[in-house]
């Protein structure tokens, strides 16, 4: 490869791997608080509209190991808000919690006391929620995806795109 042009490409790319100013990174991923509440569905339509502006694939966060869970609560720990809906949903098949980044069944989980319980036959959505009373220290608990709640956003930190030119 000409040397320039890989030069180019390098910084082109180094430019496109960070993470915006508001968002936080951790490992191969940006991670957005949201300030507004908002049901499931409109959470992660949200997620993907903010995440077009930065030309990445957003939804809402996928939290897959104990790591991530962790880094998570200490963030949400500094907001005001005790609940944030993550991407974890048994919407399709109840019971069958997936992540609505990949689809795929989720094999890390951090549910709280008798989560998740599908109380009313009618909580398809996780959300990881702080209730210290009832053990719940950013635990995740199963609701209804109509609930109104604070929510996090996640994107990869680096997605190499072919630059565009003109
Ligand atoms: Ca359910
Ligand atoms: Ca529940």
Request: aromatic share 14%; glycine share 6%.
């Amino acid at each position: 490869m000409n040397i320039l042009l890989f030069i180019a490409f390098t910084v082109f790319a180094t430019v496109l791997a960070r993470c915006p100013a508001d968002w936080n990174h951790y490992n191969d991923r940006c991670f957005f608080l949201s300030r507004d509440n908002e049901t499931f569905a409109d959470a992660l339509k949200l997620c993907e509209v903010i995440g077009k502006q930065y030309g990445r694939v957003a939804t809402l966060a996928t939290v897959d190991d104990a790591g991530t869970q962790k880094h998570l609560a200490n963030l949400v720990a500094q907001t005001n808000s005790v609940e944030f809906y993550i991407g974890a949903n048994d919407i399709v098949h109840e019971g069958t919690w997936v992540w609505s980044s990949s689809g795929q069944t989720i094999t890390y989980n951090h549910w709280g006391p008798t989560q998740p319980n599908n109380r009313g036959g009618a909580e398809n959505c996780a959300a990881i929620t702080y209730d210290a009373p009832y053990g719940f220290l950013w635990h995740w608990v199963d609701e209804p995806c109509t609930f109104e709640s604070t929510y996090i956003c996640e994107m990869p930190f680096a997605e190499v795109h072919s630059p565009v030119v003109g």
